[in-house]
C-alpha cells in the first residue's frame, strides 16, 4: 500500500467529470428544478463554527486499490461527489484541507455507491494511529474475535452510526446514570458529552487523578492539569459498557500539551454538549479497527496497530 500526495481537485481538468443534472434522482432540487440542464447545487451547515461548504454535485470516477484483501483487483466505481465554491468558518482555517469524504448511511454516500454496485460488503472500517495517520477499508467487515454493540434508529429510522452506552466507567468505578446514545462520528476530532453525563465522568475522573488542575490558553478543554517533572502520571482509564456486555477502553483519553522543554501538561479531552446525544470523535478511536458494519447494521471494534 502507497502513500500519495493529494492535490486540489478540478472537473474542468479531470477527463471523467461530468456535472449532474438538478433533475437527478439524488439532487435534493427533484421536482423543483428549473431546468434539467442546470447543474445540481449543494448546501452543507455543520454544527460548529458557522461551518458550511456549497457548491455543485458531479460525478466522478474513485479509483480504489486493494488493501488486507486477498484480492489484487483494482477497481473504477461510478460516484457522485461535491465540488465546493464557497466554504465558512472552519473550512477557512484548514480544517479538512483535502476534502471531506460523506461514509453515512444515505444513497448519495460513497460505501452506498460501491455497495449497490457490487464492487464491496456492505461495510467498512477505519483505523487510526497515535501520529494522526490511518486506513480506510471499504468492504472490511472487521475479525472474528471483534467486539460488538448495535446501531440504533433515530425517529424510527436508521440514518446514522448511533449506539447505546449503558455505563461510562472511570478506572474500576462505574458511574450511575451514565446511560445515554453516542453518534459514531470519524470527522469529528474530539468526543462530547451529554452535560450531565459529562459531569459525572470529569469529577470522578478529578478525583482519581493524581495531578494538580490547571488551565492553558487556547485549548477548549476544560479540565486540564500540570505536568509533573516525572512527564504526565498515571491516566485512570476510560471505559464505555454495552447492553452486550462488551466494553470500549478508551486507549488515551487525554491530550497532552507540549513545551519547549517537553510535557507541560495534560487535558482530559472531552468537552460537554447540551445535546441528548453526544458524540464519540476520533480520538476516542485511536488504536483500534473500527468497522461501521452497515450490512448487519453494528459497530465493530479490535486493537490495532
Known amino acids: 500500500m502507497q502513500d500519495k500526495d493529494l492535490n486540489e481537485y478540478n472537473p474542468s481538468g479531470s477527463s471523467t467529470s461530468k456535472p449532474l443534472s438538478c433533475s437527478h434522482k439524488l439532487c435534493e432540487l427533484g421536482p423543483n428544478c428549473p431546468n434539467?440542464?442546470?447543474q445540481c447545487p449543494y448546501t452543507i451547515n455543520y454544527y460548529s463554527d458557522d461551518t458550511s461548504t456549497?457548491?455543485?454535485?458531479?460525478?466522478?470516477?474513485?479509483?480504489l486499490v486493494p488493501g488486507h484483501s486477498v484480492s489484487n483487483k483494482s477497481v473504477s466505481a461510478p460516484v457522485i461527489i461535491g465540488c465546493g465554491s464557497k466554504q465558512t468558518g472552519g473550512y477557512l482555517n484548514g480544517v479538512a484541507p483535502d476534502g471531506l469524504l460523506g461514509l453515512g448511511l444515505g444513497e448519495i454516500s460513497v460505501?452506498?455507491?460501491l455497495a449497490k454496485a457490487g464492487y464491496i460488503r456492505n461495510s467498512f472500517s477505519l483505523?487510526?494511529?497515535e501520529d494522526d495517520s490511518g486506513r480506510l477499508f471499504f468492504g472490511d467487515q472487521g475479525v472474528a474475535s471483534q467486539q460488538t454493540t448495535p446501531f440504533l434508529p433515530l425517529d424510527g429510522k436508521n440514518l446514522t452510526y448511533i449506539i447505546g452506552v449503558d455505563a461510562c466507567c472511570i478506572g474500576s468505578s462505574c458511574l450511575d446514570h451514565t446511560n445515554f446514545e453516542m453518534l459514531v462520528d470519524s470527522g469529528t476530532s474530539f468526543t462530547f458529552l451529554p452535560d450531565q453525563i459529562y459531569e459525572r465522568v470529569v469529577d470522578e475522573f478529578d478525583r482519581q487523578v493524581n495531578a494538580s488542575k490547571s488551565s492553558f490558553e487556547g485549548y477548549p478543554w476544560q479540565y486540564c492539569y500540570k505536568s509533573?517533572?516525572?512527564?504526565?502520571?498515571?491516566?485512570?482509564?476510560?471505559?464505555?459498557?454495552?447492553?452486550?456486555?462488551?466494553?470500549f477502553v478508551v486507549n488515551d483519553p487525554v491530550f497532552v500539551i507540549y513545551g519547549t522543554q517537553g510535557a507541560v501538561g495534560f487535558c482530559l479531552a472531552i468537552q460537554p454538549t447540551d445535546?441528548?446525544?453526544?458524540?464519540?470523535?476520533?480520538?476516542?478511536?485511536t488504536g483500534y479497527q473500527i468497522v461501521f458494519d452497515r450490512e448487519n447494521f453494528k459497530l465493530g471494534w479490535s486493537r490495532s496497530n
Open 127 to 129: 483505523c487510526f494511529s
Open 111 to 113: 460505501p452506498s455507491f
Open 54 to 63: 456549497s457548491g455543485f454535485l458531479v460525478e466522478e470516477v474513485l479509483h
Open 275 to 285: 445535546q441528548t446525544i453526544g458524540t464519540i470523535g476520533q480520538n476516542f478511536m
Open 36 to 38: 434539467p440542464k442546470q
Open 228 to 247: 509533573s517533572s516525572q512527564g504526565v502520571p498515571k491516566i485512570p482509564s476510560l471505559t464505555l459498557k454495552f447492553a452486550t456486555s462488551n466494553s
